[in-house]
């Protein structure tokens, strides 16, 4: 599981479904989830919130990914790589914090990450968490 | 509605503790007293009916004051309309089935037994002897005895703890029954997260010293996360294959699989974990 901090910078509400936009420094995450600020305190602009995600929802990219409908593209570098014979774990550095990815040990072959190389990683809004910092009442 | 408060010196593992509580149970609910091994949920229990005595305490029973130490008020065991079920049965060994329900009656009415005999299952071994039974069909009819007494309170200290798994979920069917049909305010010592997810509606964390009113069961885990998709379950297997580790987990009466990064910290059988998912992304299909 990967957690980042992050701060609420912004919120769109329909109905009972909410479009958050959090910072994570200067990265911007959009995140879509069921609720809003009236029966989720934590969803207000300015609170402190952790992002979770899975490290087999992380994908990654070489080049600019312009022609890639997902909101959430930040650039990263690779860390280091844990090889297995299926999977291989690529651990990133994104915005001064370390996340991993999994990913199928073919695809890792077949673009042939080096330790230092700049990436783009790529994550769906509906596939990030929010999680409150402090626990409030939802 | 049972408004409880209490304080008693304890002795647990780790030392000397003052258990000390104050709780409101609302009339009617099926509720949880949930905490570690030695945090005094079974003792709470015993105060409220009246087998042990708290350092000082006040009880009251829909209205009826059962305890109040600064008063020097204090009900005896059998003034307390109490069942007491307990995970060993306690049953008479030298009555048959039918007489140790009857024995539980203050009015002996034989329609009534009939009753409780159909409800938990117990007609057709009604003539037997507790040894006779297997463990399920014991604590079925300790169940039967304990509400042969017309309680206004249930006490069910881990009742099924000892029961196969089916043999469980077929007894908490019947607990959910007798709870929705008869209203009888019951307070159910268990360990069983999936159980107390099941059939109660409040719990009571005992956290060592302190008792913790957390409302729904669901509180007692992250609701800070806001995946909509979140189930508690338990570790039954972990196995490593490459870089990543299979969790087998049970989900109530349900085994699932899940994958996770061996990087992610060590799993357990028998840790407890919260699973979730956002509302996007399950597959649903109706069956």
Avoid at chain 1, 103 to 127: A, H, K, M, W
Avoid at chain 2, 15 to 24: C, K, M, R, V, W
Avoid at chain 2, 179 to 184: K, Y
Wanted: hydrophobic letters at 40%; charged letters at 20%.
């Amino acid at each position: 599981m990967n957690i980042l901090p992050a701060t609420i910078s912004q919120l769109s509400m329909n109905g009972n479904l909410t479009w958050v936009r959090a910072a994570v420094r200067d990265f911007i995450f959009q995140v879509i989830v069921i609720g809003n600020p009236e029966n989720k305190l934590y969803l207000k602009d300015g609170s402190s919130i952790e992002l979770l995600f899975n490290e087999a929802e992380v994908i990654l990219g070489k080049g600019s990914g312009e022609n890639i409908c997902i909101p959430n593209q930040f650039p990263c570098k690779v860390l280091s790589l844990a090889q297995g014979t299926m999977f291989t774990q690529v651990f990133l550095e994104l915005a001064g914090h370390t996340i991993s990815a999994l990913l199928p040990s073919d695809s890792g072959e077949s673009f042939s990450f080096q330790v230092g190389e700049s990436l783009q990683i790529y994550l769906r809004p509906n596939d990030i968490f929010l999680q409150a910092v402090e626990k409030v009442q939802s | 509605m049972i408004e409880f408060s209490a304080r008693k010196k304890l002795l647990s593992n780790s030392g000397e503790f003052t258990l000390s509580l104050d709780i409101s149970i609302p009339e009617g609910e099926l509720v949880a007293f949930f905490g570690a091994s030695g945090t005094g949920k079974t003792t709470s229990l015993r105060m409220i009916a009246g087998l042990t005595t708290p350092d000082c305490g006040y009880l009251q029973v829909n209205g009826n004051v059962w305890l109040d130490s600064a008063k020097k008020v204090q009900l005896p065991v059998n003034q307390r309309p109490v069942g007491f079920v307990f995970q060993n049965y306690a049953l008479f060994p030298n009555m048959t089935v039918r007489e140790n329900i009857l024995f539980a009656q203050k009015e002996k009415k034989e329609k009534e037994v009939q009753t409780l005999l159909e409800v938990f299952g117990l007609e057709v071994l009604q003539h037997r002897k507790p040894s006779l039974l297997s463990g399920g069909q014991q604590q079925r009819v300790a169940l039967a005895r304990a509400i042969a007494r017309k309680p206004q309170l249930l006490l069910l200290d881990e009742p099924l703890s000892a029961l196969d798994m089916e043999t469980r979920t077929s007894i908490q069917n019947e607990l959910r029954m007798i709870n929705r049909e008869w209203g009888i305010t019951t307070i159910l010592v268990s360990h069983d997260i999936s159980e107390i997810f099941r059939l109660c509606s409040r719990v009571y964390s005992f956290n060592g010293n302190t008792v913790e009113d957390k409302g729904a069961p669901a509180n007692l885990f992250n609701s800070r996360l806001s995946g909509k998709v979140q189930f508690v379950g338990e570790v039954l297997e972990c196995v490593q294959e490459d870089i990543v580790r299979i969790l087998t987990l049970v989900v109530g009466n349900t085994p699932v699989k899940v994958v996770v990064p061996a990087t992610e910290g060590d799993y357990a059988p028998g840790d407890k974990v919260l699973i979730a998912s956002k509302a996007f992304n399950p597959i649903i299909r109706k069956l």
